[in-house]
Nanobody, 115 residues
């Protein structure tokens, strides 16, 4: 099993930045990729960014430009840098690990962007 713990969320003004962290523990060597997702109230959960263990990244077209995913393998942590935040970025942000044994989710971290 893999355990994921997100951190770094909070309240920020529009135009500001936040960096989220997703720390992995457990069977982390089974991880194939880690993705950041978000879910706003009344909306479906959506992919924000994804990174493989080899370092390849992908972003949905709507997320390109303001979000950057990166990883520090020595710290078993994946980051999501978010810049030029907008009120519509307000959501609970989750990380998900794709592993050889299935997918695992973290508990989420709240990001609130005030106008």
């Amino acid at each position: 099993q893999v355990q994921l713990v997100e951190s770094g969320g909070g309240l920020v003004q529009a135009g500001g930045s936040l960096r989220l962290s997703c720390a992995a523990s457990g069977s982390r060597f089974s991880i194939i990729a880690v993705g950041w997702y978000r879910q706003a109230p009344g909306k479906e959960r959506e992919l924000v960014a994804r990174i493989t263990v080899g370092g390849s990244t992908n972003y949905p077209a709507s997320m390109k430009g303001r979000f950057t995913i990166s990883s520090d393998n020595a710290k078993n942590t994946v980051y999501l840098q978010m810049n030029s935040l907008k009120p519509e970025d307000t959501a609970v942000y989750y990380c998900k690990a794709n592993t050889v044994n299935g997918d695992y989710w973290g508990q989420g971290t709240q990001v609130t962007v005030s106008s």
